[in-house]
């Protein structure tokens, strides 16, 4: 998986659960954080639940993302 925020790019690894895979259902994906509280950043975007994951896979393997 890769993050970019303005002129850096974060490269990373998704584990193999049924959240990971809910996520990867949504890409690629723009989102605009704000502030919130000065505390944490959010977005406004809500994302909806996939029927088709609903139930964990109980995998403890990193799932490489490209």
Known sequence: MR???????L???LWDNVTARDLIAH?????????????EKIADRRLPPHEH??????ATTPLPIN
Request: glycine fraction near 6%; aromatic fraction near 10%; charge should be positive.
């Open 3 to 9: 993050v970019i925020i303005r002129d850096a790019i």
């Open 11 to 13: 490269n990373g690894r």
């Open 27 to 39: 890409l690629s994906l723009t989102l605009t954080f704000r502030d919130f509280n000065h505390v």
């Open 53 to 58: 994951f609903n139930s964990a896979s109980g």
